[in-house]
């Protein structure tokens, strides 16, 4: 028995010794629990995925990631919550979602022609980075913004017919979003708001002839099984689409891992967009090719200029309504100009920095 009660206490001595081990180990790596409304299929959820490896890398494992796809944890419509409140610790968020959360931030959403993606990327990155009224947005909210993404330019997929002038906008029953979707209403289309994920079924029952989409992401979503017929518009692009980070998870990283917290969410934009780039080639590529090949055309030039007009002439709308908002229109808009101008200058002086 005596024996027996000293094995016993031993072996809860172990079972003690053992859970402060996995307890100190547990410790020593901080999981962060991430949050994405898209599927984990495509560019940018692999892209995010490299995000999170590089994390884990330079930080010598002290930084883990573990992702929620699909709107698992929440919807993107409740990024901006989700995170604040520490529902999760990163999430996405888009602003045509939210539009009254961040309105500083959806400068990036203005339908101008800059479609280059790594222009728009990184002028959104510094906007959001060194704008006092950006930042400010971003720390009422309880997030750290940490980088940007794009949805690449908008392109137009239909059932059964191309779009390829205005006019041919007018009575068509169209998903789309945010201001470009403003601008289809605008011209006549019968407008539903739906997630891309929903499309697929709406495309096939006929609730929907169009959809606003980007290349890499018909396919991501497989759109072009039930449509054929894609107008090449490569108009704009969606740059308010991010990831933040909850404030109160941020400030509690030590400042080794906060700075390479932020020198891995720098470099994600090169990452992004080399890969977004090549991923919109191969993608067009493969959906135009084999038995059931997608049928493409572009609008006609004069045509697509009218558009892109109508593009530059929501600018005053966003500024009122940034105004509206006590913030500084004109200013975040001068600004964010700016930057485009200046890393258009890099692209075309030096190239984009991987074929450097």
Known sequence: MKLFKKCSVALAALAIS?????????????????SDG??????????????????????????????????ALFKSKSAVKGVGTRSADIATIIAAYTPKELVAYSVGDIPLPNSDVWVGMRAMYELATTHPALKKMFDDLN???????????????????????????KGVKMRAVGPYGRIFKD?????????????????????????????????????????????????GQHLAFGVVMNKETYEGLSDANRQVLQEVSSDFIDQFARRIQEANIKALERMTSGDSPLEVAEMDPNEKAKLEKMGFDTVPNWIERANDAGLPGQDIFDSYMALVAKYEKIRDEKGYPWNN
């Not at 180990?25 to 999981?31: D, G, K, N, Q």
């Not at 590089?54 to 990631?65: A, I, P, T």
Request: glycine share 6%; charged share 25%; proline share 1%.
């Open 187 to 235: 011209l006549g289309a019968d407008v539903a708001r739906l997630s891309q994920a929903k499309v697929y079924n709406a495309l096939d029952s006929g609730i929907v002839e169009c959809n606003q989409n980007y290349m890499y992401s018909i396919e991501v979503f497989k759109q072009n099984d039930v449509a054929k017929k894609l107008t090449k518009l490569d108009w």
């Open 143 to 169: 997030l750290v913004y940490l980088t940007n993404l794009s949805t690449s330019a908008i392109e137009i997929l239909c059932k059964d017919k191309f779009i390829n002038t205005l006019d041919d906008l």
């Open 18 to 34: 053992g859970a402060v081990t996995l307890s100190s180990s547990a410790e020593a790596e901080t999981m962060l629990r991430w």
């Open 38 to 71: 898209q599927p984990n299929r495509g560019v940018n959820s692999e892209t995010l995925q490299w995000m999170a490896s590089e994390l884990e890398k330079r930080s010598n494992g002290d930084l883990g990631v573990e992702f929620h796809w699909g709107g």
